[in-house]
């Protein structure tokens, strides 16, 4: 049974830090490249960062670039997101999600929200 499992979600002050994990059974970690993805309060899912499935390449959305990494364990089955900097508009609900040609599966998502 595939499961993706997110955790690390929290009420933040706006410029302060989380890390994201998700941990992934039933299925090859590694090999499949992981990606997370946010859906804001009323708006549509959107990428966020994804990582390659030996972790060579990275690559992130425009918003996120400098604030966020995104990191893997292939021996853990374990994705990371390092969210540093954080602002309000970073306030989602935070999903992982891997994929490999053509399977894709989906976490249930943590929420973040940033507020003072």
């Not at 049974?1 to 933040?12: F, M, N």
């Not at 706006?14 to 009323?42: D, E, I, V």
């Not at 893997?72 to 992982?96: F, G």
């Amino acid at each position: 049974q595939v499961q993706l499992v997110e955790s690390g979600g929290d009420l933040v002050q706006p410029g302060g830090s989380l890390r994201l994990s998700c941990a992934a059974s039933g299925f090859t970690f590694s090999k499949y490249a992981m990606s997370w993805y946010r859906q804001p309060p009323g708006k549509e899912r959107e990428l966020v960062a994804r990582i390659t499935s030996a972790g060579g390449s990275t690559n992130y959305a425009d918003s996120v670039k400098g604030r966020f990494t995104i990191s893997r364990d292939n021996a853990e089955n374990t994705v990371y997101l390092q969210m540093n900097s954080l602002k309000p508009e970073d306030t989602a609900k935070y999903y992982c999600c891997a994929a490999r040609s053509p399977m894709t599966y989906w976490g249930k998502g943590t929420l973040v929200t940033v507020s003072s």
